[in-house]
C-alpha cells in the first residue's frame, strides 16, 4: 500500500473508532502533515481520495470535516470495496453453490476480455444479512489473476483475500443496473416467488492497469434492495 494510501485508511480508522459525525471537523492540513511526518503532496493525495470515496469533504478556508452519514443496511452502489466492506456493521454470511474451474460462456468472456480458451473462476452464492436473505451472486473471474481459490476463501470474503492473500490491487469498477422479474431457479435462491420484482446488478471490476478480472451478476431480494450513491460534484 502506498504512503498516502495508509494515511487514508488511518485517518479513515480514526473517524470510525472515534463514531465522528456528519460535520465534526479533522485537524487542519499543516497539523496531519506535522502527525504523520510526510509532505503537503503526501497528505493533499490522502484527503483526495478520502473526499473521492465520501469520507471527508473540505472547505476551502474552513477546514476538513467529516462527511460520512451511511444509513445501516445500505449499500454503495458504485463502490469497489466488496460485500464485507459495503455491510460493515451487520453480520453478513454466504452459502456457496457452486465453485468450479470452467471454461467462461461468451458473455463472461467478452465482460472480462478473455478468449473461451480461457480458464476461470465460477462462483455461485446466496449471500445473507443478518440472517436474511440478500442476493443471489453470481461471479467469473479470471484464473490468470485470480490464480486460487476453494470453498473456505469463498465463504468468507473473496476481495479481502484477493487483495491480501494474492496480492491484486483493484482499479475501478463499471456497474450495469436494471430492473425485471425472478426466474424460477433466482427465486427458489432467494426464498421468493416466481415473476417476483428482482433488481439485477452487473460490475465488472478491473485492475490498476484496467485489466479486467471479475465479472459479477447479483441479484438482490426485492426487499433487501437498499442503496445509496455519492458525488462529488460542484452544481453551479
Do not use: W
Not at 7 to 18: G, L, P, Q, V
Not at 169 to 183: E, M, N, P, T
Amino acid at each position: 500500500m502506498i504512503k498516502y494510501q495508509q494515511i487514508a485508511a488511518e485517518i479513515d480508522k480514526h473517524i470510525k473508532e472515534n463514531a465522528l459525525q456528519q460535520g465534526d471537523k479533522l485537524p487542519v492540513l499543516e497539523a496531519l502533515m506535522a502527525y504523520f511526518n510526510v509532505s503537503k503532496s503526501t497528505i493533499t493525495k490522502a484527503l483526495a481520495l478520502l473526499e473521492k470515496k465520501g469520507v471527508i469533504f473540505q472547505v476551502r478556508g474552513s477546514g476538513i470535516f467529516v462527511r460520512r452519514q451511511k444509513r445501516k443496511g445500505y449499500r454503495g452502489l458504485l463502490s469497489n470495496q466488496g460485500f464485507k466492506k459495503d455491510f460493515e456493521g451487520v453480520h453478513l454470511t454466504s452459502k456457496v453453490i457452486e465453485l468450479e474451474v470452467m471454461k467462461p460462456t461468451k458473455e463472461a468472456a467478452h465482460n472480462l476480455n478473455i478468449g473461451l480458451d480461457n480458464d476461470i473462476y465460477y462462483v455461485k452464492r446466496v449471500r445473507y444479512m443478518n440472517g436474511q436473505t440478500l442476493c443471489l451472486e453470481e461471479s467469473y473471474y479470471n484464473k490468470s489473476v485470480v490464480t486460487y481459490l476453494n470453498k473456505e476463501i469463498v465463504s468468507e470474503s473473496i476481495f479481502d483475500y484477493i487483495q491480501k492473500g494474492l496480492g491484486v490491487k483493484i482499479g475501478f469498477s463499471d456497474v450495469y443496473l436494471h430492473a425485471g422479474k425472478l426466474k424460477h431457479e433466482e427465486a427458489k435462491h432467494l426464498c421468493l416467488e416466481s415473476e417476483a420484482p428482482a433488481f439485477y446488478v452487473e460490475t465488472i471490476f478491473h485492475l490498476t492497469n484496467g485489466q479486467p478480472f471479475d465479472f459479477s451478476k447479483v441479484t438482490y431480494h426485492y426487499e433487501q434492495s437498499q442503496f445509496f450513491v455519492q458525488t462529488n460534484s460542484h452544481f453551479s
